[in-house]
Nanobody
Framework: QVQLVESGGGLVQAGGSLRLSCTAS????????MGWYRQAPGKQRELVAR???????NYSDSVKGRFTISRDNAKNTVYLQMNSMEPEDTAIYYC????????????????WGQGTQVTVSS
């Protein structure tokens, strides 16, 4: 009923940049928080950045000053601009959103994208 579709992953050299996008579609009334998480091989999924519906943001310490999260509410899309990338940023990146339908609002459910691979070579 709700889908999150990510794009923009790929291979980049250390010091380079990538921009991830994630668009939500389906039975959407309100999108609350949106965010990006990542999971490296052998590690737990971790928060990268989140943005509220009024554009307040928070970042993990490892990406502060290098990554920027933003959203376009008219397009139901969240972005992650990744600059000065490091090999340690290599992971599968997942989009997350808390979304309410017309029938569930104000209650919202968690939705996840399928993930997009980001690889940073040294």
């Amino acid at each position: 009923q709700v889908q999150l579709v990510e794009s923009g992953g790929g291979l980049v050299q250390a010091g380079g940049s990538l921009r991830l996008s994630c668009t939500a579609s389906g039975r959407i009334f309100v999108i609350n928080d949106m965010g990006w998480y990542r999971q490296a091989p052998g590690k737990q999924r971790e928060l990268v950045a989140r943005i509220t519906d009024d554009d307040r943001t928070n970042y993990s310490d490892s990406v502060k000053g290098r990554f920027t999260i933003s959203r376009d509410n008219a397009k139901n899309t969240v972005y992650l601009q990744m600059n000065s990338m490091e090999p340690e940023d290599t992971a599968i990146y997942y989009c997350n959103a808390k979304i309410a339908s017309h029938t569930t609002w104000p209650g919202a459910s968690d939705y996840w994208g399928q993930g997009t691979q980001v690889t940073v070579s040294s």
